[in-house]
């Protein structure tokens, strides 16, 4: 039964609810014929008609008497829609927090280590001095006898 803060809707103790329903059934099964039965059970009892009749109507699928979604199966799709709803929300708070990070982020994410050059370390060809007599390969290579040897 769906909750409300509604003034109007009043809502009935599990034990009145099962007794009507109980009844509605000694009703049926005492006269032998469902009209009728469930508003003289209503009006017995100060309920409304159209809350009994639910009542009995749900209470015949949970026996498996009348075709339908027995009340097990409704609360448990109540509470994964609630999950549901939760993970929605949650997967919603992760996506915009991915964005925020990811657009605060404008810098080059790697190491400022590999951009800084330690003291008198060669970064290139162009940080030899006197290497336009040497061939290409030697300044590549680690061969530091031969870049002093062309530079001297």
């Known amino acids: 039964m769906a909750s409300s803060n509604s003034p109007f809707q009043r809502r009935y103790p599990r034990e009145l ?29 100060g309920i409304g008609p159209e809350s009994l009749r639910s009542w009995v109507k749900q209470a015949d699928v949970d026996k498996g008497k009348r075709p339908g979604m027995t009340s097990e199966q409704q609360r448990r799709i109540t509470e994964l ?18 964005a925020f990070s990811r657009g605060s982020s404008t810098l080059d994410c790697r190491s400022r280590e590999l951009y800084e050059r330690a003291q ?3 970064g290139g060809r162009a940080d030899l001095q006197g290497t336009a007599r040497c061939p290409f390969d030697i300044l590549c290579g680690d061969f530091p006898s031969a870049v002093s040897a062309s530079t001297a």
């Open 120 to 122: 008198g370390a060669l």
């Open 17 to 45: 609810r099962e007794r009507a329903v109980r009844m509605v059934h000694g009703a049926i099964a005492e006269s032998g014929e469902r009209v009728g039965a469930v508003t003289r059970v209503a009006r017995q009892l």
């Open 81 to 98: 829609e609630r999950e549901n709803r939760e993970l929605r929300r949650a997967n919603e708070i992760l996506k915009a927090a991915s």
